[in-house]
């Protein structure tokens, strides 16, 4: 019997363990049976052509030997796993596995990422190609730029909306810049910015990377190039040749933003308005200090003063000019926002605990005010690692407490764990100076000491510097031009302040003598607040109907949108 089993393991060496475990039962039940060795098996022939591969028979003990013709499979599939067993086709045990269930798999593993028209790739499927241009190389590429943000919804590019980066990216496609292949994605040529802004925010330089043809046939000027497929209002710099593995916001060091505003914002409230009342009420309630006295105040004990309109009160305070006391408590107030500190109050959606609301402030410069027109304006520079979205909260904290005579201890206050409410700053007076990027540039120019400037790895370094004259001469008609033509026929920052001014709730009563939050102004968070402060939609904007007279303030309230962290990351800078 030991004999018949090796003959019959050695004829079927494919044969799963519970057939061999038969042949093992087949000799201890039935050894009464013939030990002789069973006949040669008939060879079946399979049709020329055919696909399907030849099977061996599942063996009982109870019957004699079987073939099975190929065709018997269809309707009655064998117990016995294939002898082809095709790795990913078959079990561990070799049986074929069933689809039953699972979708079918239509995806197309060749195709690219992107938003070509469908319809019109199946209508040329068939016909005879045209030959396609021939592949220029791309170079990882930075493009120093400049904008005004009017008209548009940010810089990162977005679908439907115009943004900056998608008006770049059609010029580079129109330009030749990026070929017809990347031209429906920008994620194919790795798109990046080094900050980003908010919806109507200007900048005087910004970087962006992505992979270019810089060498364009026919093209002697790269940036007058596509200098010529951008509106006036976008404009290229430069075009610096950097490192395959820059990434425009992981290798910026720092940005610089500058703040513009007129003077007349640091004049008190309105006696007898919304906010001064409550203002009073709560500074009755300490002890020991002696609340601001609006009315005292040489703009608002004016006779004219008295009855007047919104429109006159604007005009006389396009005529007042702050003081050098003035200017210097400014000064001394900023200097809390150096450092590194938590600005979890000065932004949204994030918790006190999130260690990326720690950000810090390298220099904050104050300039003499100066006069343009007939309005008095200050500007504050901004030099920081990175800021967060809605940081210009930082603008409002500081306008707010020296116009209330809030001591500056209340910048410290807004750096602990209490959450309170602090209105943005109009975006009209926001601007992006250019981002910085010392630590790069030392790197490279380590590299460059052994290489001359033509030597295929030599790398320039990344300055705005090189094109002062060309950036301020912009500034000059499309920013500042721009801003302040806005502000004298719509008085943006006026509507702004008389915004703050018409509210009487709790919201902003950490503006008080002490500088101290109270109770009654800390939002807790999933309780509801009476009367909360409602910011409104018109100050996200830079650009306004063509009309004149100061705008309303009684237009749509903002309603903060709830952003995950990873689309916070995005839209920081």
């Given amino acids: 019997m030991l004999r018949l089993l090796q003959y019959t393991l050695h004829r079927a060496p494919l044969l799963n363990l519970r057939t061999r475990n038969i042949y093992v039962m087949y000799e201890l039940h039935d050894s009464n049976q013939s030990h002789s060795p069973p006949a040669k098996r008939?060879?079946?022939?399979?049709?020329?052509?055919?696909?399907?591969?030849?099977?061996?028979?599942?063996?009982?003990?109870?019957?004699?030997?079987?073939i099975l013709h190929p065709s018997e499979h269809a309707e009655?599939?064998?117990?016995?796993?294939?002898?082809?067993?095709?790795r990913g086709k078959r079990d561990a045990a070799g049986w074929a596995k069933s689809r039953r269930g699972k979708a079918k798999d239509t995806k197309n593993k060749?195709?690219?990422?992107?938003?070509?028209?469908?319809?019109?790739?199946?209508?040329?499927?068939?016909?005879?190609q045209s030959p396609r241009a021939p592949r220029l190389p791309k170079r990882q590429s930075a493009l120093l730029i400049g904008f005004c943000g009017t008209g548009c919804n940010g810089m990162q590019i977005q679908p439907d909306v115009r943004t900056i980066e998608g008006v770049l990216f059609d010029a580079l496609v129109r330009a030749g810049a990026v070929s017809s292949d990347n031209a429906d994605d920008p994620v194919k040529v790795n798109l990046?910015?080094?900050?980003?802004?908010?919806?109507?925010?200007?900048?005087?330089?910004?970087?962006?990377?992505?992979?270019?043809?810089?060498?364009?046939?026919?093209?002697?000027?790269?940036?007058?190039r596509i200098n010529e497929e951008l509106p006036p209002e976008i404009r290229v710099w430069g075009s610096v040749r950097v490192q395959n593995s820059f990434n425009a916001r992981m290798s910026c060091d720092s940005r610089k933003y500058t703040y513009f505003f007129p003077s007349y914002l640091l004049i008190p409230p309105k006696p007898g308005s919304g906010f001064q009342r409550a203002y009073e009420q709560h500074a009755q309630s300490m002890q020991g200090v002696i609340p601001l006295d609006a009315s005292a105040h040489p703009f608002w004990s004016a006779p004219e003063s008295r009855c007047s309109s919104s429109m006159d009160d604007l005009v006389r305070k396009r005529s007042w000019r702050i003081s050098a006391e003035q200017v210097e408590v400014i000064r001394q107030t900023a200097k809390k926002f150096e450092g590194t500190h938590n600005f979890h109050n000065f932004t949204v959606g994030r918790e006190f605990g999130d260690r990326s609301n720690q950000r810090h402030m390298w220099k904050l410069e104050?300039?003499?005010?100066?006069?343009?027109?007939?309005?008095?304006?200050?500007?504050?520079?901004?030099?920081?690692?990175?800021?967060?979205?809605?940081?210009?909260?930082?603008?409002?904290?500081?306008?707010?407490?020296?116009?209330t005579g809030t001591p500056s201890q209340v910048i410290d206050e807004l750096y602990g764990p209490r959450i309170v409410m602090v209105p943005k700053m109009p975006a009209l007076g926001l601007l992006l100076e250019y981002p910085i990027f010392d630590s790069y540039n030392k790197k490279i120019t380590s590299i460059n000491e052994k290489l001359e400037p033509s030597h295929p790895e030599y790398r320039p370094e990344i300055d705005f510097e090189q094109h002062r004259q060309s950036i301020d001469a912009f500034k000059q008609i499309y920013i500042y031009d721009n801003m302040r033509g806005i502000e004298d026929r719509d008085g943006v920052f006026d509507a702004w302040v008389r915004?703050?001014?018409?509210?009487?709730?709790?919201?902003?009563?950490?503006?008080?003598?002490?500088?101290?939050?109270?109770?009654?102004?800390?939002?807790?968070?999933?309780?509801?607040?009476?009367?909360?402060?409602?910011?409104?939609?018109?100050?996200?904007l830079t650009s306004f109907p063509d009309k004149q007279g100061t705008p309303t303030v009684e237009d749509d309230e903002e309603t903060e949108s709830k952003l995950n962290k990873s689309h916070l990351e995005d839209m920081e800078g």
């Fill in 366 to 403: 104050i300039s003499d005010p100066a006069v343009y027109g007939d309005t008095e304006w200050i500007s504050i520079l901004f030099h920081g690692q990175s800021f967060m979205l809605h940081q210009r909260k930082m603008m409002t904290a500081l306008v707010l407490s020296c116009r």
């Fill in 42 to 66: 008939p060879i079946t022939k399979v049709p020329a052509g055919s696909s399907e591969h030849f099977k061996r028979a599942k063996i009982e003990h109870e019957e004699p030997e079987k």
């Fill in 76 to 86: 009655s599939p064998s117990d016995t796993p294939a002898a082809d067993t095709k």
């Fill in 499 to 540: 915004s703050i001014d018409t509210y009487g709730g709790d919201d902003l009563l950490y503006l008080n003598p002490k500088g101290i939050i109270p109770a009654a102004a800390v939002i807790k968070k999933g309780e509801k607040r009476d009367n909360p402060f409602k910011e409104k939609r018109r100050f996200d």
């Fill in 192 to 224: 990046g910015r080094a900050a980003r802004t908010d919806a109507g925010v200007h900048a005087a330089g910004n970087l962006v990377s992505m992979k270019l043809i810089t060498a364009i046939p026919g093209v002697e000027d790269f940036v007058a």
């Fill in 110 to 128: 060749g195709r690219r990422r992107g938003t070509r028209d469908q319809e019109k790739e199946g209508e040329r499927e068939g016909e005879e």
